[in-house]
């Protein structure tokens, strides 16, 4: 069963630290990956994508890392700001699968910088 | 709009009501999902159209359930007979469509159900 399993399910930190959140996936074959931040109230929004051959890609004061072999990604975030208080979604779509179910969501992990 | 627009934001009704959302994605973009998300928990995928072929309904929970896409554009879900168990955020999301493998989904805010 393909699966998506993220960690922390909760977070706190201190505004200007820093902080990893882990995503540890069974989707195979894989095709990539994406991480997304949901505030409050709001919708989803795509923060980075990472495909098969990336290691590493970074957004402002976001980096993803990817391990394909061990199917883990990481979403390290720098100098935290109060804004980026929100739950984090890792999302993994399957390689051939392109029914409704092609990606397979994670539980999220909810972050709250506090001043 | 520039985004995927969902209507009502909040929904507040009684026990065996029936009740519509609707979702109007970015135009030009020929993939339409619906998810539920419940308090705490992952999205849950309900519903996926793509162009004019018939829509993936796999994901539906129960027959109370259905969606329909008019024109290749605006869609409706729509829960009858709602029970408790019903109440969370219906998100719609819309994308370029599935032969962009990478494709990015664009979220519209979410329709706040609760029942009651």
């Known amino acids: 069963k393909n699966q998506v399993e993220q960690s922390p399910q909760s977070l706190i930190i201190l505004e200007g630290k820093n902080c990893t959140l882990q995503?540890?996936?069974?989707?195979?074959?894989?095709?990539?990956l994406r991480w997304y931040k949901q505030d409050t109230g709001r919708g989803p929004v795509s923060l980075t994508i990472?495909?098969?051959?990336?290691n590493t890609k970074s957004n402002g004061r976001y980096t993803a890392t990817l391990d394909a072999d061990t199917k883990q990604s990481s979403l390290h975030i720098t100098a935290s700001q109060l804004s980026d208080s929100a739950s984090y979604i890792c999302?993994?779509?399957?390689?051939?699968?392109?029914?409704?179910?092609?990606?397979?969501f994670g539980g999220g992990t909810r972050l709250m910088v506090k001043p | 709009g520039a985004g995927v627009s969902q209507s009502p934001s909040n929904k507040v009704t009684e026990k065996g009501k029936d009740v519509e959302l609707r979702c109007d994605p970015i135009?030009?973009?020929?993939?339409l999902y619906w998810y539920r998300q419940s308090l705490g928990q992952g999205l849950e995928f309900l519903i996926y159209?793509?162009?004019?072929?018939?829509?993936?309904k796999s994901g539906l929970p129960s027959d109370r359930f259905s969606a329909e896409r008019t024109g290749g554009s605006v869609s409706t879900l729509t829960i009858q007979r709602t029970q408790q168990e019903d109440s969370a955020v219906y998100l719609c999301?819309?994308?370029?469509?599935?032969?962009?493998?990478?494709?990015?989904?664009?979220f519209g805010e979410g329709s706040r159900l609760t029942v009651l």
């Open positions: 999301a819309s994308s370029l469509g599935q032969d962009l493998p990478t494709g990015e989904l664009f």
């Open positions: 995503c540890n996936y069974t989707v195979s074959p894989f095709s990539n």
């Open positions: 990472m495909t098969f051959s990336e």
């Open positions: 999302v993994v779509r399957h390689l051939y699968n392109n029914a409704g179910n092609m990606l397979t």
């Open positions: 135009s030009g973009h020929t993939a």
């Open positions: 159209f793509q162009g004019n072929s018939a829509p993936d």
